[in-house]
């Protein structure tokens, strides 16, 4: 539920005056609430009531904004879970937005994921049109064959469709697995571990280290930070004000 506040706050908050002179508004009759005239200091409007003062409505400006949280493992990334487990807004507090996470990481997989409450980057990002792409690092089981990179880069059948050509890098071979730097620009439901399963190799551990050309830099596993404007638009694809041809 939005939070009600009264109607004198909600229009300096608007911007349409300062509280006294909204006080003023209201008792000269200048200011209706869901098209009736108010002169009563008492009453509590939210974003969902229509304000009016002299007959203009007025709303409240939307901020937008945009947050990188280093997700831990053990955190479902959605705003609520039927299961009861943690969110990932369990971690971000203190911020007045309603955001949600921008795609999906597995309740298991850490790493990069973005919170907004600004749809349309949201959809920019997801939509499979323009997918933004996704770096991680997933460390596998046992030592893939060259031949099986080639079927992780070439791409691999999925529920009877063929994952899109993907970057697939060798990073490290350790004594029974192997690290592995995986960059696709798709976001089907478990895709990298049903990648690499599929090749023969479930994934022991899997990271996402970038979005696009965000990396995750140095925040912690549940540290949050908001991104700069220039963050913003390096992920939405603008370069120096102009959108890039790849959209990154
Ligand atoms: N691929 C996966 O398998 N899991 C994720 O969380 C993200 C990509």
Redesign the pocket.
């Given at each position: 539920m939005e939070e009600k506040i009264r109607l004198q706050k909600y229009i300096a908050q608007c911007g349409a005056a300062s509280r006294r002179r909204a006080e003023e508004m209201i008792k000269a009759g200048r200011v209706r609430v869901n098209g009736k005239t108010v002169t009563d200091m008492g009453i509590t409007v939210s974003g969902s009531d229509r304000v009016e003062v002299d007959g203009k409505p007025i709303k409240k400006e939307k901020k937008l904004v945009y947050i990188m949280l280093n997700k831990p493992a053990g955190y479902v990334?959605t705003v609520s879970d039927p299961q009861g487990r943690k969110t990932v807004l369990d971690l971000v507090k203190g911020v007045e937005e309603r955001i949600y996470p921008v795609?999906?990481?597995?309740y298991?997989?850490t790493g990069l994921l973005i919170l907004t409450n600004d749809g349309d980057f949201a959809y920019r990002c997801t939509h499979p049109g323009h997918e933004t792409r996704?770096t991680?690092i997933a460390e596998v089981k046992g030592l893939p064959s060259k031949s099986a990179l080639r079927r992780l880069r070439k791409g691999v059948v999925l529920d009877d469709m063929p994952t899109h050509p993907a970057e697939v890098e060798l990073v490290e071979i350790r004594e029974n697995s192997a690290v592995l730097k995986i960059i696709?620009h798709e976001?089907?439901?478990?895709?990298?571990?049903?990648?690499?399963e599929a090749v023969g190799h479930p994934?022991l551990d899997?990271k996402?280290i970038a979005i696009g050309k965000l990396s995750l830099g140095n925040l912690q596993p549940g540290e949050w930070r908001y991104m700069t404007q220039q963050e913003v638009e390096l992920v939405r694809g603008i370069k120096n004000g102009k959108p890039t041809e790849t959209g990154e």
């Amino acid at each position: 539920m939005e939070e009600k506040i009264r109607l004198q706050k909600y229009i300096a908050q608007c911007g349409a005056a300062s509280r006294r002179r909204a006080e003023e508004m209201i008792k000269a009759g200048r200011v209706r609430v869901n098209g009736k005239t108010v002169t009563d200091m008492g009453i509590t409007v939210s974003g969902s009531d229509r304000v009016e003062v002299d007959g203009k409505p007025i709303k409240k400006e939307k901020k937008l904004v945009y947050i990188m949280l280093n997700k831990p493992a053990g955190y479902v990334s959605t705003v609520s879970d039927p299961q009861g487990r943690k969110t990932v807004l369990d971690l971000v507090k203190g911020v007045e937005e309603r955001i949600y996470p921008v795609g999906r990481l597995d309740y298991d997989t850490t790493g990069l994921l973005i919170l907004t409450n600004d749809g349309d980057f949201a959809y920019r990002c997801t939509h499979p049109g323009h997918e933004t792409r996704k770096t991680y690092i997933a460390e596998v089981k046992g030592l893939p064959s060259k031949s099986a990179l080639r079927r992780l880069r070439k791409g691999v059948v999925l529920d009877d469709m063929p994952t899109h050509p993907a970057e697939v890098e060798l990073v490290e071979i350790r004594e029974n697995s192997a690290v592995l730097k995986i960059i696709i620009h798709e976001g089907r439901k478990r895709q990298v571990r049903r990648m690499c399963e599929a090749v023969g190799h479930p994934v022991l551990d899997l990271k996402r280290i970038a979005i696009g050309k965000l990396s995750l830099g140095n925040l912690q596993p549940g540290e949050w930070r908001y991104m700069t404007q220039q963050e913003v638009e390096l992920v939405r694809g603008i370069k120096n004000g102009k959108p890039t041809e790849t959209g990154e």
